[in-house]
């Protein structure tokens, strides 16, 4: 069964800062993963989808990496701003949980100014 | 237009009550999906659709009932639920089942009495 750890649960920096959410899962057989950002009591928006054949993806300020040897996923945030702070949840598809995502915990982002 | 919509955003019932949940896409999306939200959770799959067809039920119980009128609209009917029920829920998409990127609605935040 796959299982979704993220670290650390929570961070606090200030603005400015450039960051890394930290992601790992126990199945190395994933077709994807994908980094949500979670405002509170709001729906996810997908922030980055990573296919299994890719090694990272950009946009803007956000790039994820995957590693699937060591099984691990990270997002980068450059230039962190307040608008940042959020729930971010990455979520892997595949392995032996066949296509569902399962999901991290979560990181709670706070980007004090 | 990358846009799940979902009404009502919230909702008050009580146990003796039926309502409906609602969801709507128009990206050509043939997969839709219900998901429920605990605070402080991720959230956690209950039901998938796949072209009109329920696909995954993933054990809920019969007093949640959904329904896929047409490729573009998801419904949950809700009966008789109770307290612990209280959640948000999320619908979601994707192009087909558990493949592609997955976008979510903003959620129908319900709450039982």
Known sequence: KQE???IPAALSVPEGENLVLNCSFTD????NLQWFRQDPGKGLTSLLLIQSSQREQTSGRLNASLDKSSGRSTLYI????PGDSATYLCAASGGTSYGKLT??????LTVHP | DTEVTQTPKHLVMGMTNKKSLKCEQHMGHRAMYWYKQKAKKPPELMFVYSYEKLSINESVPSRFSPECPNSSLLNLH?????PEDSALYLCASSLREFTGELFFGEGSRLTVL
Request: aromatic share 10%.
């Open chain 1, 28 to 31: 190395s057989a994933i077709y």
């Open chain 2, 78 to 82: 809700l009966h008789a639920l109770q």
């Open chain 1, 103 to 108: 999901f991290g915990q979560g990181t709670i």
């Open chain 1, 4 to 6: 979704v750890t993220q």
């Open chain 1, 78 to 81: 450059a230039a962190s701003q």
